[in-house]
C-alpha cells in the first residue's frame, strides 16, 4: 500500500503542477490586468513602478517560476485586492463561512438522504419510493437561485421569520444552511438508492434469504456494504465543492465566504489569490480520489491496492 499511496501523491503533485501552468496561462491571456486605467487611473511612470516592484514586468515563465519557488516555502504572495495582506491570511480570513454552511450541509445530506434512499430501494415502486423520487427530482430541476430566493422571500421578506443575509448571528446561519442543503441533498437519495438496487438484485442475496438470515442482517451485512463502494465514488468527491462554498448563495445572502472571493479575486484580477484558490482546491480534489481508493480496500475485502 505504501508504494501505492506514493505512486498516486506524485500522480497529485503532477496534477497539480500541471493545473499551475494552465491557470497561470489563462489568467495572463486574459484581457486586462489588475492595474488598467479604468480599474485604478494611474500615471505610467506609477505603473510601471508598481509592476516592477511586483515582478509583473518579467517575462511569464520568470514570473511563474518565482510564484511556484516561493509557493513551495509557504509564500503565495500578497493579494491585489488588499495590499498589505498575505494571501494565506486572506484565505484563513473567508473560508471558515464556507467550512460551516458546506460541512454542515453535507452532513446533513448524507444523514437525511442516505437512510431515505435505503428507503427508497427497500419499497421499490410503491408511493414511498415514488414520492422520495419526486422531491429529489423537483429539488435537482429547480435552479439553486430560484430556491434561494424564493426562501428569501417566503422567510425573510413576507414574515420576516429570519433576517435576510449577513454574518455573525446564529439565525443568520440558518436560510443559507437551508439552501446549501436543498444543493446538496438533491442526488444523495437516488444514488444510494440506484447502488441499493444494484445490490439488492444480486444472486448472493438470495442465496443469503435461502439460508434463513435474518432481513436486516443480510441488509446492513451484504447488502450496504456491498453498495458502499459505488456511493463512495458519488459521495466524496461532493466534499471539495461544499467546502468551498458557492458564489451565488454567497452573495446574496451577503456570506463572506470563499466562492464569493474567488470570483471577486477573478474580477480584479487578483493573481497570486487565483493561484492559490486554484492550487488549493487541486490538492483537495486529488487527495479525495486517494482517499477514495483508500475507502475501497477498507470497505470490500477484495479491493487491493497494494501493487
Known amino acids: 500500500m505504501t508504494r501505492y499511496l506514493i505512486s498516486r501523491i506524485c500522480g497529485v503533485i503532477i496534477d497539480i503542477l500541471l493545473a499551475s501552468i494552465i491557470i497561470f496561462l489563462a489568467m495572463h491571456a486574459a484581457p486586462g ?5 479604468e480599474k485604478m ?34 509564500d503565495f504572495g500578497v493579494s491585489y485586492q488588499y495590499p498589505g495582506e498575505e494571501v494565506l491570511a486572506l484565505i484563513a480570513r473567508v473560508w471558515p463561512p464556507s ?23 427497500l419499497r421499490e415502486n410503491t408511493w414511498i419510493d415514488y414520492t422520495i423520487n419526486a422531491i429529489c427530482l423537483a429539488l435537482a430541476s429547480i435552479p439553486l437561485f430560484v430556491i434561494s430566493t424564493a426562501l428569501l422571500m417566503l422567510v425573510s421578506v413576507w414574515n420576516q421569520w429570519l433576517p435576510p443575509g449577513g454574518w455573525g448571528e446564529p439565525s443568520q446561519v440558518i436560510l443559507p444552511l437551508l439552501c446549501f442543503f436543498f444543493w446538496q441533498f438533491a442526488g444523495v437519495p437516488r444514488y444510494t438508492r440506484s447502488a441499493m438496487l444494484e445490490a439488492l438484485h444480486q444472486d448472493y442475496v438470495r442465496t443469503a434469504k435461502a439460508k434463513g438470515l435474518k432481513p436486516r ?10 453498495a458502499l463502494n459505488p456511493m463512495l465514488t458519488v459521495f466524496i468527491p461532493m466534499i471539495p465543492n461544499a467546502l468551498t462554498g458557492t458564489l451565488f448563495i454567497e452573495s446574496i445572502f451577503r456570506i463572506p465566504g470563499l466562492g464569493k472571493f474567488f470570483v471577486t479575486s477573478i474580477e480584479k484580477r487578483d493573481y497570486p489569490m487565483q493561484m492559490a484558490l486554484t492550487l488549493m482546491l487541486t490538492a483537495i480534489a486529488g487527495f479525495m480520489w486517494i482517499v477514495i481508493d483508500v475507502l475501497y480496500a477498507v470497505v470490500d475485502p477484495r479491493v487491493r491496492i497494494d501493487q
Open 33 to 37: 490586468g489588475p492595474f488598467d486605467q
Open 217 to 226: 442482517t443480510i441488509l446492513w451485512r451484504h447488502v450496504f456494504r456491498n
Open 99 to 121: 467550512l460551516l454552511l458546506g460541512g454542515l450541509s453535507l452532513l446533513l445530506a448524507f444523514i437525511i438522504g442516505i437512510p431515505l434512499g435505503i428507503l427508497a430501494a
Open 41 to 74: 487611473p494611474l500615471s505610467d511612470v506609477q505603473k510601471q513602478n508598481i509592476l516592477r516592484s511586483l515582478g509583473l514586468d518579467k517575462p511569464l515563465y520568470v514570473q511563474y517560476l518565482n510564484y511556484m519557488r516561493n509557493a513551495l516555502r509557504g
